[in-house]
């Protein structure tokens, strides 16, 4: 319960606006009473509003679209809502989508932790990119999506808000490359400038983000000890594009299937994807690029003990700590889960070891055909005991503690397995209190 010293400390940053006068109008309808309330009051009620009813109402009036925009509203409403909810943790939203390709038409499934919400509050939809997309990568609310007919055309576009930028097309020499490359994999990173010390670092009002075209190693640029890697990376603090060659202290593979279907996971600022030989798919390592860092050398992590190396692997992130999910092909139904501990040491730890053929109660009466043939989808955000597995046309919840499945819903015309030309097929995307907004790119003055 918020104490009445912070809330005066509080309302000592609400911004102080002066009130615009307006023209006098002749008209014999009296002004509303809301206009007549302080500043104070009145952003007491916004920060109260859904976040979509208080985005309307910058068109109430010219002085509400003067308050909502300010650069103060946004950690204000944020803190609102971390502070002031009724006692309970906050716990932001999520999305799970999947994309995938069935009867040779793509499909998008939408799946809303807040299903149970009004309509007015579920606007994620798609429809506003009216081109043939992949979904490349996500960042929170954020999603990374190039056009598939024009090969270097990449945007930034926030489903919520249905906001889209297009990123500015690579240079002639960084495109020949680009459709000379067989094997490409694409890396979304987003950074915050500076913490607020008052509303705590859980602002995304301002921050930095880069889109990194990760090429496939080669013979050619392997040497007997260390690999190079080309890259393309755009920085959103340059408005370019550039082209980068990170050096790795020992030999890369080139990217195969299990690279390519792990995909690149963003986690506490830096990037990581897994290493196998691409003919046996025999699993080496993991890579870790920071691409915030003016050094442009990637490091390596050994993969844990007991990971079986000739099996693939998924990604995931929990509350900030790098997780692999490793489904045992076998007669056990069962699934091993490791959480990175020490990234400098590379020391990992086992969180959970689960046999579901020998343990598994199921809440709701379906018959499973097992999870042998099936995918890993994503971990909770919230909740370090659950996993999103998919089994046959269902989205199912596991308690990797309990051994229970529960079926969250069924999705219709799922292919037996999912594939979306070498993109991401399930992404998971967490919805701040407030959309992320997308920066413009910096002013560039002729010289």
Not at 158 to 164: G, I, S
Not at 174 to 193: E, Q, T, V
Not at 333 to 348: K, P, R
Request: proline share 6%; glycine share 4%.
């Amino acid at each position: 319960m918020a104490t009445a010293e912070s809330r005066r400390r509080d309302l000592s940053l609400v911004p102080c606006l002066k009130r615009r006068k307006e023209d006098p109008i002749q008209s014999s309808e009296p002004e509303p009473e809301i206009n007549k309330l302080p500043d104070t009051l009145l952003l007491e009620i916004l920060y109260r509003l859904p976040c979509q009813w208080a985005l309307r109402c910058k068109s109430v009036s010219k002085h509400w679209l003067s308050l909502i925009s300010h650069p103060y509203f946004i950690p204000g409403f944020i803190h609102h809502r971390h502070q002031y909810q009724f006692g309970k943790l906050y716990s932001s939203p999520f999305t799970l989508l999947l994309q995938f390709t069935s009867k040779s038409k793509k499909r998008i499934f939408v799946y809303p932790s807040n299903k149970s919400k009004s309509k007015s509050e579920l606007c994620l939809d798609l429809d506003f990119l009216n081109y043939p997309f992949r979904i490349e990568a996500s960042f929170n609310d954020l999603l990374l999506v190039c056009n598939k007919v024009e090969v270097n055309e990449y945007h930034i576009c926030n489903p919520f808000t249905k906001e889209c930028f297009s990123l500015p097309r690579l240079p002639d020499t960084d495109l020949i490359r680009l459709r000379n490359s067989i094997n490409l994999m694409a890396g979304f990173i987003c950074d915050p400038y500076s913490c607020n010390k008052h509303y705590g670092c859980f602002t995304n009002a301002h921050y930095r983000y880069k889109v990194l075209l990760i090429h496939s190693p080669t013979i050619e640029s392997n040497t007997s000890d260390q690999s190079q890697l080309h890259m393309e990376i755009f920085s959103s603090e340059t408005g370019e594009w550039c082209n980068s060659i990170v050096s790795v202290s020992l030999k890369l593979n080139p990217f195969g299937v299990s690279s390519m279907l792990a995909g690149v996971v963003a986690c506490n600022g830096k990037l990581y994807w897994v290493d196998a030989e691409k003919e046996t798919q025999k699993i080496q390592g993991f890579v870790v690029f920071d691409p915030f860092k003016e050094e442009e050398q990637c490091r390596y992590i050994n993969p844990p003990i007991d990971l079986l190396l000739n099996q693939s692997v998924s990604f995931g992130v929990f509350q900030g700590r790098l997780r692999i999910f490793q489904l045992l092909w076998g007669a056990n139904d069962s699934f091993f889960v490791w959480e990175l501990e020490d990234e400098d040491a590379g020391t990992w730890c086992m969180k959970h070891k689960v046999y579901l053929k020998d343990k598994v109660y199921l809440k709701d009466k379906v018959y499973f055909s097992g999870l042998v043939t099936n995918n890993f989808l994503a971990f909770h955000p919230y909740n370090g005991e659950i996993v999103f597995l998919r089994s046959g046309n269902y989205i199912v919840l596991c308690n990797m503690r309990t051994m229970e499945l529960k079926i969250e819903c069924k999705v219709q015309n799922m292919p037996s397995i999912l594939f979306s030309d070498f993109a991401k097929f399930v992404l998971l995307l967490l919805q701040p209190s407030w959309p992320t907004p997308i920066p413009p790119l910096p002013l560039k003055f002729g010289g």
